[in-house]
């Protein structure tokens, strides 16, 4: 796997064990400013807010990886999409990975499946 596509599993990985101030450290130093680690956790939490019974995610996936897109700016290392599964729906994030402080760090998030 792709060291950019790690660090948006990772990411993931941390937000469906509901720990978001380890979500948080894979932020990229502006978007730390800009985002909490509880506007994460409310963020993902309304995405997977279906209401009763839809249980929990039990099953996260980087679905898709990009070098090269439309939108991308100088220093964006790449782009994954990670799908968050439960036992009746699906959702997921999109990261836009850019290389930071000698390392891979989240530049941007779209919240939700496409």
Same mark, same amino acid.
């Given at each position: 796997?792709?060291?950019? *596509?790690? /660090? =948006?599993?990772? @990411?993931?990985? =941390?937000?469906? =064990? &509901? ?6 450290? @894979? ?7 800009? $985002?909490?680690? *509880?506007?994460?956790?409310?963020? @993902? ?9 839809? &249980?929990?995610?039990?099953? $996260?996936? $980087? ?7 439309? =939108? !991308? !700016?100088?220093?964006?290392? &790449?782009? *994954?999409?990670? *799908? ?11 990261? $836009? ?6 390392? @891979?760090? /989240?530049?941007?998030?779209?919240? &939700?499946?496409?």
């Amino acid at each position: 796997m792709k060291p950019y *596509a790690q /660090i =948006a599993e990772q @990411f993931a990985r =941390a937000l469906v =064990a &509901g720990d978001f101030d380890a979500a948080h450290e @894979f932020l990229a130093s502006n978007q730390k400013q800009r $985002v909490s680690a *509880a506007d994460l956790k409310e963020k @993902f939490e309304s995405m997977i807010d279906y209401g009763p019974g839809y &249980g929990p995610i039990i099953h $996260v996936e $980087v679905m898709n990886t990009l070098e090269e897109w439309r =939108a !991308k !700016k100088e220093g964006d290392v &790449g782009w *994954a999409y990670v *799908a968050l599964s439960g036992s009746n729906y699906c959702e997921g994030v999109a990261v $836009v990975v850019i290389e930071q402080e000698g390392g @891979f760090l /989240i530049r941007d998030i779209e919240w &939700g499946r496409p």
